[in-house]
T-cell receptor
Framework: DTGVSQDPRHKITKRGQNVTFRCDPI?????LYWYRQTLGQGPEFLTY????????KSRLLSDRFSAERPKGSFSTLEIQRTEQGDSAMYLC????????????FGQGTRLTVV | DAKTTQPNSMESNEEEPVHLPCNHS???????IHWYRQLPSQGPEYVIH???SNVNNRMASLAIAEDRKSSTLILHRATLRDAAVYYC??????????????FGKGTLLTVNP
């Protein structure tokens, strides 16, 4: 297993365009998370899935953001009508669902909105 | 969430021990102390965690004060690959949102050759 995989690694888009990112978690992990990180700050929690159910969404996640995990495996994060303030690193993480388990992070997708 | 306080930055020399402090004076009895680190251009990675007793693993040691209001991550021999931002995070496993990691700004560790 190669860990958590994110695609693409980098995305440059024009303001107003829609973008979609993909995350493939570690195969046996039933928990999946999305975080956002801006320069000089620690990652901020966006949303959490247990299997295919989205159980929490941060108020950071405006209605332009939507995340799915249709079969409890990979997940997508879509941003509609991108704004310059959306420029950030988007990190995906996964973990097992029980006990004091660590989260494994992907390398992230760096989004630049021009 | 209970808050943690870390120095913004620290510097070390290669092959010397590094002690990274974290204050968490409002820690609750059910909060575990977790450490993650983030290397340049990478996602965070788990380092170590503990509740009350000191912990050791292949990456580091975690020393927890007796009153649990502070802890120290110890890298026994720093290498250039240990240069990263180190985050001290409290996780309450008894709570409903125990899956969430709340990151602060962390400590940027620079390792000099």
């Amino acid at each position: 297993d190669t860990g958590v995989s994110q695609d693409p690694r980098h995305k440059i888009t024009k303001r107003g365009q829609n973008v979609t990112f993909r995350c493939d978690p570690i195969s046996e992990h039933n928990r999946l998370y999305w975080y956002r990180q801006t320069l000089g700050q620690g990652p901020e929690f966006l949303t959490y899935f247990q299997n295919e159910a989205q159980l929490e969404k941060s108020r950071l996640l405006s209605d332009r953001f939507s995340a799915e995990r249709p079969k409890g495996s990979f997940s997508t994060l879509e941003i509609q009508r991108t704004e310059q303030g959306d420029s950030a690193m988007y990190l995906c993480a996964s973990s097992l669902g029980s006990g004091q388990t660590e989260a494994f992070f992907g390398q992230g997708t760096r989004l630049t909105v021009v | 969430d209970a808050k943690t306080t870390q120095p913004n930055s620290m510097e070390s020399n290669e092959e010397e021990p590094v002690h990274l402090p974290c204050n968490h004076s409002t820690i609750s009895g059910t909060d575990y102390i977790h450490w993650y680190r983030q290397l340049p251009s990478q996602g965070p990675e788990y380092v170590i965690h503990g509740l009350t007793s000191n912990v050791n693993n292949r990456m580091a040691s975690l020393a927890i004060a007796e009153d649990r209001k502070s802890s120290t991550l110890i890298l026994h021999r720093a290498t250039l690959r240990d240069a990263a931002v180190y985050y001290c995070i409290l996780r309450d496993y008894s709570g409903g949102s125990n899956y969430k990691l709340t990151f602060g700004k962390g400590t940027l560790l620079t390792v000099n050759p």
